[in-house]
């Protein structure tokens, strides 16, 4: 019995121990990584076609706005260099006038997201981007501005004509305080120490300094506090570190490599056009002028320090075309885009948030119709514009005008997605469960077992008491035979001589 008790135990703890497994192996993939680095990320909103100027008399008889976006585009989070779908805006333009007219329009197809690397984007440019022109490709210009994100809104970054053209310029910006030859200082510090060449050094100044200082830098660090400012500058290939400043800091200035104090060149002067261009390359994939434009923006948004080198980061894309219309023609204008969507893990299985703004394309003369169209084999969600008609396949809608407000949607691989909170609840109810299991099924285990032997034990008396003979007590007239019948007792002395009866 003892055998069998052991028996129950063992079993029902390999039962709990695996309920507890399949609550860590069957977890969604919100809740099974919850440990990774990243929750929420910020991707690229779309924009439409824009022309640039605002007396243009061309009208858009039509767009269909075309998503493709499938789960295999999806994929794992890590894999998002690759685009995750693509959009396709085809508009229908029409020219009313019997004049000839000579179009130039901007299609900004915003940030490289946060989760790509610079050494994708030039590939990512010439492999999923394209414009045409009834179906034939035509020239056109990939432009780079600067546009700060506004990361207290991650789910629409609003787009300002006048704001976010403002140094998209084919002329080099200048102003009155910054020209292409404005005196600028430039330091020059020789960090190689032997044969070990650092990856940066640590250059600080006095904060009651009021120039700029700008470099190709690793990051800034602004320490108010100790009153000093300190910026981590990039070393080249021979163990330099080149910065520049609009003000002379030789007089307050430091550079450490770790906890080394090292010496420094004081190298001159130079142009401003030639400290924002030293670090400047074609295989950047920018043009030259919107490399030095870039750098008078960040001059204006930055209070004490700016990076010389126009990396990914708040780096706005644009194609820049132009459109030819003969009198009363009507052309068929296509641009093609990758889609980096806003990632987020608040929901299981993940949501992805995309983004197209609609609102710039009331800058063309008038508009007509408008479809949308998102071919997917997954579930689309919380759609700003309305109602969508659901076919095997894809979504559409249609309209005549633009749709009020921006368009907004979401994508999931669920039809009902639940917030990671709730995975969290279910997750932690399992493990109760099976903890609980753990420690009173076999208490429940041994209860049953010593329940079951009583009842066997009651049951084989039972079944003795059926054969064993019925006993009755013998009476007392009885123990006497018939032999004695006729005779006196032994102790008939002490009976009285009384005959038994």
């Known amino acids: 019995m003892k055998k069998s008790i052991e028996?129950?135990?063992?079993?029902?703890?390999?039962?709990?121990?695996?309920v507890l497994s399949s609550v860590f192996i069957f977890a969604p993939e919100g809740v099974a990584s919850a440990n990774s680095a990243w929750f929420k990320y910020d991707g690229v909103d779309s924009v439409g076609a824009i022309v640039r100027d605002k007396n243009c008399p061309i009208v858009v008889d039509r767009?269909?706005?075309?998503?493709?976006?499938?789960k295999d585009d999806i994929g794992s989070f890590y894999e998002y260099e690759n685009p995750a779908g693509k959009v396709s805006a085809k508009y229908t333009f029409r020219n009313p006038t019997d004049i000839t007219a000579k179009v130039g329009?901007?299609?900004?197809?915003?940030?490289a997201p946060e989760y790509k690397s610079e050494t994708s984007a030039e590939r990512d440019n010439k492999k999923y981007y394209s414009v045409t022109q009834d179906g034939a490709d035509i020239h056109k210009r990939i432009r780079n501005t600067y546009r700060p994100r506004r990361r207290e809104d991650y789910d629409i970054v609003q787009f300002d004509l006048n704001t976010d053209t403002e140094y998209l310029s084919e002329d080099y910006i200048e102003t009155d305080e910054l020209k292409k030859d404005t005196k600028v200082y430039k330091y020059v510090c020789h960090a190689k120490d032997g044969y070990d060449i650092p990856q940066k050094v640590y250059v600080s100044w006095n904060d009651d300094i009021e120039g700029k200082v700008f470099?190709?830098?690793?990051?800034y660090d602004d320490y108010g506090y100790y009153e000093y400012k300190r910026v981590c500058v990039k070393c080249d290939e021979n163990g330099d570190a080149v910065f520049y400043s609009t003000q002379d800091i030789l007089s307050s200035l430091?550079?450490?490599?770790?906890?080394?104090?090292?010496?420094?060149?004081?190298?001159?002067?130079?142009t401003l056009f030639n400290a924002v261009m030293s670090t400047y390359g074609e295989e950047n994939g920018v043009e030259e002028v919107d490399w030095y434009n870039s750098f008078v923006a960040r001059y204006y948004n930055c209070n004490t320090f700016i990076n010389t080198n126009f990396n990914v980061e708040d780096r706005f894309r644009w194609y820049d075309y132009t459109l030819e219309f003969a009198p009363y023609q009507t052309i068929v204008?296509?641009?093609?885009?990758?889609?980096?969507?806003?990632?987020?893990?608040?929901?299981?299985?993940?949501?992805?948030?995309?983004?197209?703004?609609?609102?710039?394309?009331?800058s063309w003369a008038s508009f007509g119709e408008f479809h949308l169209r998102i071919n997917t084999d997954m579930y689309v969600k919380n759609v700003s514009v309305g109602k969508m008609k659901k076919h095997?396949?894809?979504?559409?809608?249609?309209?005549?005008?633009?749709?009020?407000?921006?368009?907004?949607?979401?994508?999931?691989?669920?039809?009902?997605p639940i917030t990671t909170d709730a995975w969290w609840g279910l997750v932690i109810t399992g493990i109760v469960l099976a903890v609980t299991s753990v420690i009173w099924i076999p208490i429940v285990a041994v209860i049953i077992v010593k329940v079951r032997k009583k009842r066997i034990e009651k049951k084989v008396m039972q079944s003795q008491n059926v054969q064993r003979p019925v006993y009755r007590p013998v009476p007392r007239n009885g123990y006497y035979g018939n032999a004695y019948d006729r005779g006196f007792d032994t102790d008939d002395k002490t009976r009285g001589n009384k005959r038994r009866k």
């Open 215 to 219: 470099c190709n830098f690793s990051n």
């Open 392 to 416: 095997k396949g894809y979504y559409e809608y249609s309209c005549q005008g633009l749709p009020d407000g921006e368009l907004t949607f979401s994508m999931c691989k669920s039809p009902a």
């Open 63 to 70: 767009e269909d706005l075309t998503f493709d976006i499938y």
């Open 105 to 111: 329009l901007i299609f900004p197809f915003g940030y």
């Open 333 to 362: 204008n296509e641009v093609v885009a990758p889609l980096y969507p806003h990632v987020t893990r608040e929901y299981t299985p993940r949501m992805h948030d995309y983004t197209y703004l609609l609102s710039p394309a009331k």
């Open 254 to 270: 430091m550079i450490k490599s770790g906890s080394n104090l090292l010496y420094y060149d004081a190298a001159g002067e130079d």
């Open 7 to 18: 028996k129950y135990i063992y079993t029902f703890v390999l039962i709990a121990v695996a």
